[in-house]
């Protein structure tokens, strides 16, 4: 499942920096049969922020995808399915088809426009985080990147 979903840790590296360090839950809690883990609950530092959790499941019944921040100062949340922002209460609408993002990235990626893709590096530091979560489960402790 990290490595299906390793976007979302991709969207928490592009807005938090890179993580620094992860404790990670991961492995098969439910009754689905699949080969790969089905959720992954991570607690993890970076270079912009000191506390991130990040819940991964494919257990959910209705379909979630969305992003909360909390600063000092305001609350962001991101509803990814719907289009829906929040800042603090107020509510903006960004609708996108369902696979426009995914055709733009590989549209840039045919085209070799490097801004609107990952770098070499950046997709590096996402493996980086999915085996540090993978080991951090095994091991049951705090792992540095």
Partial sequence: MLRDLSHDLDLVDYLFGSITSVFG?????????????DTAQLVATSDRCRCISIYLSYLDRQARHHISVATSDDLIECNLLSGELLVNGRSEMFVQERDNTFLAMHEAALQNDRRAICTLQEGMRTVRVIHASELSAKERCLVAL
């Fill in 25 to 37: 839950l991961v492995g098969n809690f439910g009754s689905l049969e699949i080969e790969t883990e």
